[in-house]
């Protein structure tokens, strides 16, 4: 049950960030610029939502809290893997990010990655439970 679900946020999330960059590469054209936090926020949004209306097409109920909650952090985990995947992968092509990779700034990354670990576990667990009561709604 809930792997399916975490299957299809970890599709959600690579449609989102394919949709993303295509929208930043459109208004980049045009001088204009998303801001960083959008990015984050739309990023666990998007995916937490069509989650939503998925488990709900499936199951045809709303979840009990605990089980958001649970959803959220795999979620939240799937996030942050795909994050320090990218990581690993821009690291050892982008000189700027390989000279900030010393021991000073690893503690300021792993504060980073505490931040973006609870901002994404919030706006999933919030836009996931309120996609499937919309649905739930919307079905009656």
């Known amino acids: 049950?809930?792997?399916f679900i975490c299957k299809r946020y970890f599709l959600y999330v690579l449609a989102t960030y394919a949709l993303m960059i295509l929208v930043s590469s459109l208004l980049s054209l045009v001088g204009?610029?998303?801001?960083s936090g959008l990015s984050t926020v739309l990023a666990a949004m998007i995916p937490a939502m069509?989650?939503?209306n998925?488990?709900?097409k499936k199951y045809g109920n709303v979840p009990e809290s605990a089980?958001?909650?649970k959803l959220a952090s795999y979620f939240t985990l799937i996030q942050l893997g795909l994050a320090v995947l990218m990581l690993v992968i821009l690291v050892p092509f982008t000189p700027e990010l390989s000279s900030l990779m010393t021991t000073t700034y690893l503690a300021l990354f792993a504060g980073i990655f505490v931040f973006l670990g609870v901002v994404v576990l919030l706006?999933?667990?919030?836009?996931?439970?309120m996609s499937v009561k919309n649905a739930a709604k919307a079905a009656k």
């Open 50 to 52: 069509w989650a939503g």
């Open 123 to 129: 706006v999933s667990r919030f836009f996931f439970a």
């Open 32 to 35: 204009v610029g998303l801001p």
């Open 67 to 69: 089980v958001s909650w």
């Open 54 to 56: 998925t488990w709900y």
């Open 1 to 3: 049950m809930i792997g």
